[in-house]
């Protein structure tokens, strides 16, 4: 009977052995960095729930993104609402739509108003909370959001045909560079 | 029934006087009875008529008060609505200007759900019609104020201040008229209200003295019947005292006569031989015995009326009681010639009692027995246990029967009244005292027993002497008359 015991015993403290082991590598295997890649979120773009526009194409939404075109089909007048500076919704569609930066996108909206040629001045506001909130009041308003935000107050719109959802649409916001630790 | 000579009839009981009589013996309890009843009526009346004034009250300050809160309430949130949306005009902030907008859709909600329990509630064609009318109007108001904000949040702002100043301001107009109507109908139903629940406090005051003058009449009614019940019989009373004295010196005259007639022969002379003598000394003896039997009866009632009267208690045989009543009865049966029989159910329980009021109980009843048989010299004692009373509560029954002139049904209960002598029984000449009945039922409850009596005009009666048995067994091993035998005397 304690030969028996004794050897339960030590097949019980190889096993917690191995097992110790094993859970160090695996903690060693979470931090490398290249192991899991964090997967893109989609931006939408997104108008007020009377406005009667379904879809855009990439060329129609630039010229509403840079001012170029007044009024819905409906005669409602175009309101652009933008994110603050530095948001990477923000930064997505001036690269992806506009194709521009930061800096000439500033710079277009300068000219443009000083010369005429661009008709409407973007709002500016905080958080997509707020975007949101500001579609919902302003019938002919148009701005972006991350898939992730979205609520039913809004109105999302295809891009060339396409939903966020779906695999071909083309408004990715990047991933946020990994910090150091 | 009962013994004695009584010449003089009773007067006839009034049926009214019947019930007072009735009504009299338990004077002190049927007032609180009915003075308790009354009161409970009364306070179940005050009780329904307060409770209905709290109710009315409660509905004046729920529909009134609350409603006026409710329209204080609306008027704030519709201005804040407004507010709201006018201070959206201060800023270029979009983010700020997105806020002012957030709180004035926060206002309108309410506003809207207020107007909506407010026609929830409404049950008047007027306060539904205005309520209606206030919500069209806040629905016009709302679509104005719509796009107000939105030209506020595109930048327009004058387009925005000439849409309002156009638009906004009339339909609000609209609707801060619209609550002053609301609320001008609240003020007219809490009016309403007010005068209902003053009309029906009047009302509660007038049943109240109603009801409480009612209550002074009813008792004062009650107070008279009970003092006029006490006085009835109060005059019964003494009238049966009256009829009992007159009895009493009836019953004592004859006897007394017979004696001083008997005493004045022998002492005038006239009485001569020893024979004669004898015989005139058997009469006094005879005469004296009654009015000795008389005397003792009387005292015995009042010692029965005394409740420090004490007795003997001790474990009886039922047989032993029958014995010594037949022994001290057998010389009047013999003599008026009465069969007598006796059925004793065997092994009866025994009782605790008192013998010789046990058997001067019973001889009383055989004594009845004897003088109101009439012609028919037959009497029946016979003694039983019943079961079919509450378990565990056994009574031995002892009933005395004879085929005798009976009692009629009216007087039946007036047979246990001291002093009282039936009309027909005083009407055949038939002598007694009317203690003979009310002593054996003394005797009946004092041995925590009672005395029954069923009784058929010409056919007979059976009295019946209720004791509780005994749980103790029999103090002796065998009594001299078990079984059920049958005796015979001549």
Redesign the interface.
């Given at each position: 009977m304690p030969r028996a015991m004794g050897r339960w015993l030590i097949l019980g403290v190889a096993a917690s052995c191995l097992l110790g082991v094993s859970n160090s590598r695996a903690r060693a295997g979470s931090t490398a960095p290249n192991d899991v890649k964090p997967s893109e979120e989609n931006l939408a773009i997104v108008v007020n729930t009377s406005n009667p526009v379904d879809n855009l194409s990439m060329s129609e939404l630039r010229k509403v993104f840079l001012g170029e075109r007044r009024h819905w089909p409906n005669g409602r007048?175009i309101?652009l609402?933008m994110m603050e500076p530095g948001q990477p919704e923000r930064k997505t569609l001036i690269r992806e739509v506009c194709q521009m930066n930061e800096s000439d996108f500033s710079q277009h909206f300068l000219h443009g108003v000083f010369t005429g040629e661009v008709f409407v001045?973007p709002?500016?506001?905080?958080?997509p909370v707020?975007v949101r909130?500001?579609i919902f009041?302003?019938?002919?308003?148009i701005g972006y959001v991350r898939v992730t935000d979205l609520d039913s107050s809004v109105k999302v719109l295809r891009v060339d045909g396409h939903l966020p959802d779906d695999k071909e649409y083309s408004l990715h916001i990047p991933p946020a560079p990994a910090q150091d630790q | 029934m009962s013994e004695g000579n009584n010449n003089a009839a009773p007067a006839p009981v009034q049926p009214r006087d019947q019930v007072l009589r009735v009504f009299s013996r338990y004077p002190s309890a049927l007032l609180l009875l009915v003075v308790f009843s009354v009161e409970v009526g009364v306070g179940m009346f005050v009780i329904r008529d307060v409770r209905t004034a709290s109710v009315e009250a409660q509905q004046m300050y729920a529909r009134s008060v609350l409603g006026l809160r409710q329209i204080g309430e609306l008027q704030y949130q519709a201005q804040e609505t407004r507010r709201s949306t006018l201070y959206a005009l201060t800023t270029n902030d979009s983010n700020l200007q997105v806020e002012y907008a957030d709180q004035s859709r926060e206002a309108d909600r309410r506003v809207t759900e207020g107007i909506a329990e407010y026609l929830k509630q409404a049950r008047m064609p007027n306060e539904i019609e205005v309520g209606r009318g206030l919500q069209r109007d806040w629905s016009a108001y709302l679509k104005v104020r719509d796009e107000v904000l939105a030209s506020i949040l595109e930048g327009s702002i004058k387009e925005a201040v000439d849409m309002d100043l156009n638009g906004g301001v009339p339909s609000f107009e609209r609707v801060r008229q619209d609550l002053e109507d609301v609320k001008r109908l609240y003020d007219q139903q809490a009016s309403d209200q007010l005068a209902r629940v003053g009309a029906s406090s009047r009302r509660s005051v007038v049943r109240l003295v109603g009801v409480v003058c009612f209550t002074l009449i009813f008792a004062t009614f009650s107070v008279w019947a009970i003092q006029r019940s006490r006085m009835l019989g109060a005059v019964q009373f003494a009238r049966l005292q009256m009829e009992f004295v007159t009895s009493i010196s009836h019953e004592l005259r004859t006897p007394l006569a017979v004696i001083r007639s008997a005493a004045e022969n022998i002492a005038d002379g006239v009485v001569g031989g020893k024979e004669q003598l004898a015989r005139y000394g058997s009469v006094i003896r005879n005469q004296s015995r009654q009015i000795t039997d008389l005397v003792n009866e009387i005292l015995l009632f009042a010692s029965t009326r005394n409740r420090n009267n004490r007795y003997t208690m001790r474990l009886l045989q039922v047989s032993e009681i029958i014995d010594v009543a037949m022994e001290n009865t057998a010389e009047l049966v013999r003599e008026a010639g009465f069969m007598v029989e006796r059925h004793v159910e065997p092994d009866l329980p025994c009782i605790i009692g008192d013998l010789s009021a046990l058997s001067h109980c019973l001889q009383n009843l055989i004594g009845n027995a004897v003088k109101y048989s009439a012609q028919t010299r037959w009497i029946c004692i016979r003694a039983l246990l019943d079961e079919a009373r509450i378990p565990g509560n056994r009574e031995i029954q002892i009933a005395v029967q004879d085929r005798g002139i009976g009692v009629d049904k009216s007087e039946l209960p007036h047979l246990f009244e001291p002093f009282y002598r039936s009309p027909a029984v005083a009407s055949a000449q038939i002598h007694g005292t009317g203690l003979g009945l009310p002593l054996a039922r003394s005797i009946a409850e004092a041995m925590n027993g009672r005395l029954t009596v069923e009784s058929k005009l010409g056919v007979g009666s059976t009295f019946t002497l209720h004791l509780p048995a005994a749980k103790q067994k029999q103090p002796l091993a065998a009594a001299g008359a078990r079984g059920r035998d049958a005796v015979a005397q001549k």
């Open positions: 007048r309101t609402v001045s709002k500016t506001l905080a958080s707020g909130k500001f009041n302003v019938p002919g308003a | -």
